[in-house]
């Protein structure tokens, strides 16, 4: 075991407030270097969750570590360790973006000497250097969250959390917050929430869903398709002897293959099938090669469905609504 | 508590770059400028028997109640409307911190309006070219009052807040804290129920806490200490309550 503490560490993390449970023991850890995608419903705790481990907020019980230094007693730690993006990044209006990441720069007790260099290089690497002495009631939206950033990562934190930063921006915008967040990769932890599925599968190492304060699924996005799904799936269209020749020519491919599901024949004869198998390596080419080669088949089309990540969602945030309404039902977690 | 100055430095630049600042400062030199014009015709009149700056200070509350306001309404309100306020308090300070740079900046911005009513004294003083009418001792001891009691009222004002998000709400709860404890406990000093014998401690009380009767005080030369301490208590009293709400309301967002 490694002498160096992970990154961060929740263990039955808890918040509630006024009778609500935000966040119900939730435990995960996430290593030095990895980025962490935090996805979950609107409501499901993310956010709470990340206002705790920044120390904003209190937890009502469990235990936070950041880089192995505890959140509850040692909080003016902490908030040296991560660099925090708020969702939509609230800027103050009056003040020049330059200027503002001057004053954030001292907060965060960065010298003097080393502040005008590191400003430079952030508003080069964020893309803003054009805009360095705009005011932001003049400014963009879109610049908000690349503001965020590069005050996030300013003082070069070795953890840095960000809620939503790419929220409200443009395909282009998305793009350069994209390979930021991947520039920063071994560098520094990063945590981040996002409604947007296909960012996070983009950027992400590993995912965390959470719904209802409790995490539903974790992992990388291929194992959370194999976890949530359980089973490859083939989208087939074939014409011939379906019923009494099909299930025999598959289990010779391969014994796993089953037909799920057999759609109506189209006008020229040809049926939509749905194929599982608990095989995770790609059986299309197989699979092709025998049905091509049996005189009872006639193959128009065969394709591997790969599930979004929105699918894993879909489907892991309504596994977690179904175990949350069971009341002996315990929540999966890690 | 080395964040500070830093903070305090930001706060009186936001406040210098801010065009209700300027408003404000406008207000509050138009209305001392007729109130110290009212009080030299009173003089060009008939001979009277204070200093004009007696006069001039016994007017204090009437700036107080619109300028507190003004000026400490939006410190915490606003960034706690905004969300400023959790950008701020994740970075390496504590609310400690950041309620005493609010506050000592508003309080600066005060002293400096209340200063620069010092003016109207020059002019005075340049015009008239009579000595009489800039008698020190009163002229003195009414800015050191100014000072010291708004001490008190600017905690009043950063307080209400930090319990509210708008701005709004913030300004009437401090206008109304100010009248309660200016107007307020004058209007208490005057019921005749505290003259009872039963009622002495609470009328030694109301008397301690008077406004008016400390600025008669001030404006004398007396410097009493113990009136001193009332107004320094007030401050400590006043703003950890205005930490405790900052942090009151952090727990239960």
């Known amino acids: 075991m490694s002498a160096e503490p992970p990154a961060i560490e929740v263990r039955d993390l808890v918040k509630s407030y006024s009778g609500h449970t935000a966040v119900s023991r939730i435990s995960f850890t996430v290593a030095r270097g990895e980025i962490l995608g935090f996805l979950g419903p609107n409501g499901a705790g993310k956010s709470t969750t990340m206002r705790i481990l920044t120390g904003y907020l209190p937890a009502t019980a469990g235990e936070v570590n950041v880089c192995g230094v505890p959140v509850a007693s040692r909080s003016d730690e902490i908030k040296k360790l991560i660099g925090y993006m708020p969702e939509n990044n609230p800027l103050p209006d009056d003040m020049r973006v330059s200027e503002y990441l001057h004053y954030r720069g001292r907060l965060k007790e960065i010298p003097r000497r080393k502040l005008g260099p590191r400003i430079d290089e952030v508003l080069e690497l964020c893309d803003l250097t054009r805009v360095r002495h705009r005011i932001f009631g003049k400014l963009s939206k879109g610049f908000r969250p690349r503001v965020g950033i590069a005050e996030a990562i300013l003082a070069e934190p070795p953890v840095i959390i960000m809620d939503e930063p790419t929220i409200g921006l443009d395909p282009h915008q998305i793009l350069i917050v994209r390979d930021l967040i991947a520039s920063l990769r071994g560098r520094m932890t990063v945590l981040i929430s996002s409604h947007i599925l296909p960012e996070i599968e983009k950027t992400c190492d590993r995912v965390l869903i959470v719904n209802q304060g409790r995490v539903v699924a974790t992992g990388t996005p291929a194992d959370l398709r194999r976890e949530v799904f359980g089973q490859s799936r083939y989208d087939l269209e074939l014409a011939g002897d379906i019923d009494a020749a099909l299930p025999s020519a598959l289990s010779a491919v391969e014994p796993s293959l089953a037909l799920a599901e057999t759609g109506e024949p189209d006008a020229t004869g040809f049926r939509r099938l749905t194929l599982t198998s608990s095989r995770d390596d790609d059986l299309g080419e197989p699979l092709l090669r025998a049905l091509s080669a049996d005189p009872r088949f006639r193959v128009r089309a065969l394709r591997r469905v790969q599930p979004s990540l929105e699918d894993v969602f879909l489907v892991a945030t309504k596994r977690g609504w179904e175990t949350l309404d069971k009341p002996s039902g315990a929540a999966k977690s890690q | ?253």
């Open chain 2, 1 to 253: 508590m080395k964040h500070f100055t830093t903070i305090l430095g930001h706060e009186i630049r936001m406040l210098l770059v801010s065009s209700s600042t300027y408003i404000a400062a406008v207000l509050f030199l138009a209305v001392m400028g007729f109130v110290f014009s009212g009080v030299l015709e009173n003089y060009s009149a008939s001979a009277q028997e204070t200093s004009p700056a007696a006069v001039f200070f016994q007017l204090f509350w009437l700036p107080v109640f619109f300028m507190v306001p003004l000026l400490t309404m939006k410190c915490l309100a606003e960034e706690r409307r905004l969300g400023t306020l959790e950008t701020l308090l994740t970075a390496p300070v504590s609310t400690t911190e950041v309620v005493l740079g609010k506050y000592f900046a508003a309080y600066f911005l005060y002293v400096m309006l209340w200063a620069s009513t010092g003016g109207f004294f020059h002019i005075l003083h340049s015009f008239a070219g009579d000595a009489r009418f800039l008698d020190l001792g009163p002229l003195l001891g009414g800015y050191l009052f100014i000072a010291v009691s708004g001490l008190l009222y600017v905690a009043l004002g950063v307080f209400a807040s930090s319990l509210s998000r708008n701005q709004a709400v913030a300004g009437i709860l401090a206008f109304t804290l100010l009248f309660a404890a200016i107007i307020g406990v004058r209007f208490v000093g005057t019921l005749e129920v505290l003259n009872l014998e039963t009622m002495q401690p609470l009328r030694a009380a109301v008397d301690y806490t008077m406004v008016f009767r400390h600025l008669e005080d001030f404006t004398r030369g007396v410097v009493d200490t113990r009136q001193l301490l009332f107004y320094v208590s007030g401050t400590v009293l006043a703003l950890i309550f205005s930490i405790l709400g900052v942090e009151a309301k952090l727990i239960h967002s």
